[in-house]
């Protein structure tokens, strides 16, 4: 399948600093780029969903003036937590999808994120 | 929008016996049911999808069935390993968009 990868894999930052999560689609570009936010022992959140070159369509209840999401390449998407607080620590996991891969979401490692 | 609920929560199966694990979607115009296995700290990884147009889908030991008119889809596993030990998420594809709505989740454990 193809692949998708996530930098940093986890992350430890103080409180009210920002912090940067990059997803890159490795071997096929991706349309489409989705975040996701996992709590331990529960489900995939969706978080916002992002298309090469526009605008991130954000999720009900998701700031979007918080997590900042940019899909400035077919190859990549950065999601930037800004301000981030203790409640913000959780597992950020990415997905791409493109109809070159017959639109299956194919997701990234994720990255674990603690706020202090 | 589409809503997933997935069934049981935690399964628990003696090695080498089959595991199922059910669910329900709520939009009848869903057409792409994908199955993804998360093991602790790491990603999703897609097992087995099923598209609207088939009822079942089989790759060597898993198998997915799907009943479009009760809006029911299933996972089963048969000869079940160590390795399949983990937690296994349904999922289905909102016609109204491209996102995917998660279920629940299922966390699988397999009895020595």
């Known amino acids: 399948g193809a692949v998708v990868s996530q930098h940093p894999s986890w992350v430890i930052c103080k409180s009210g600093t920002s912090v940067k999560i990059e997803c890159r689609s490795l071997?096929?570009?991706?349309?489409?780029m989705f975040w996701y936010r996992q709590f331990p022992k529960q489900s995939l959140m969706l978080m916002a969903t992002?298309?090469?070159?526009?605008?991130?369509?954000?999720e009900q209840g998701v700031e979007k003036d918080k997590f900042l999401i940019n899909h400035a390449s077919l190859t990549l998407s950065t999601l930037t937590v800004t301000s981030a607080h203790p409640e913000d620590s959780s597992f950020y996991i990415c997905?791409?999808?493109?109809?070159?891969?017959?639109?299956?979401?194919?997701f990234g490692p994720g990255t674990r994120l603690t706020v202090l | 929008g589409e809503n997933v609920e997935q069934h049981p929560s935690t399964l628990s199966v003696q090695e080498g016996d089959s595991a199922v694990i059910k669910c329900t979607y709520s939009?009848?115009?869903?057409?792409?049911f994908p199955w993804y296995k998360q093991e602790l700290g790491k990603g999703p990884q897609l097992i087995i999808d099923?598209?609207?147009?088939?009822g079942e889908k089989k790759d060597q030991r898993i198998a997915v069935t799907l009943n479009k008119t009760a809006k029911h889809f299933s996972l089963h596993i048969t000869e079940t390993q160590p390795e399949d030990s983990a937690v296994y998420f349904c999922?289905?594809?909102?016609?109204?968009?491209?996102?995917?709505?998660f279920g629940s989740g299922t966390r699988l454990s397999i009895r020595p």
């Open positions: 997905s791409a999808a493109a109809e070159a891969v017959g639109g299956t979401q194919y």
């Open positions: 071997d096929f570009q991706a349309t489409t």
């Open positions: 992002s298309n090469e070159g526009s605008k991130a369509t954000y």
């Open positions: 939009d009848s115009a869903s057409n792409y």
């Open positions: 099923i598209r609207s147009n088939v």
């Open positions: 999922a289905a594809r909102d016609s109204s968009a491209s996102k995917i709505i």
